[in-house]
């Protein structure tokens, strides 16, 4: 599998974004995906994962009720929704798939994630 994310960019305080990460391949269904992101100076750090066919969904504590995850399997693509942004959400957004069928989970760890996007810069300023 391969990941292209994109999407990001400069923004203001309270802004929203949406990142895409287009996968290639014709078992996309058969993956979980997640997203991931990493602030200047710190450790990459899980932000939301989708089990394969988009029931269910996980966050981060400091995300919930701000992000949203999604996915379109026809399209064979997964978004983030990013909303009422703020500065410490600067960072490289990550998408990743890790293969899972036919259990139907979401993934947190980051290294249970196999394939990796090669982010997306998203810069908040006040």
């Known amino acids: 599998v391969q990941l292209q994310a994109s999407g990001g960019g400069m923004v203001q305080a309270g802004d929203s974004l949406r990142l895409s990460c287009a996968a290639s391949?014709?078992?996309?269904?058969?993956?979980?995906m997640g997203w991931f992101r990493q602030a200047p100076g710190k450790e990459r750090e899980f932000v939301a994962s989708i089990s394969r066919s988009g029931r269910s969904t996980v966050y981060t504590d400091s995300v919930k009720g701000q992000f949203t995850i999604s996915r379109d399997n026809v399209k064979n693509m997964v978004y983030l929704q990013l909303n009422s942004l703020n500065l410490e959400d600067t960072a490289v957004y990550y998408c990743a798939a890790v293969f899972t069928y036919p259990r139907e989970v979401t993934m947190r760890g980051l290294w249970e994630y196999v394939y990796w996007g090669q982010g997306t810069q998203v810069t908040v300023s006040s």
């Open positions: 391949g014709h078992t996309f269904s058969r993956y979980s």
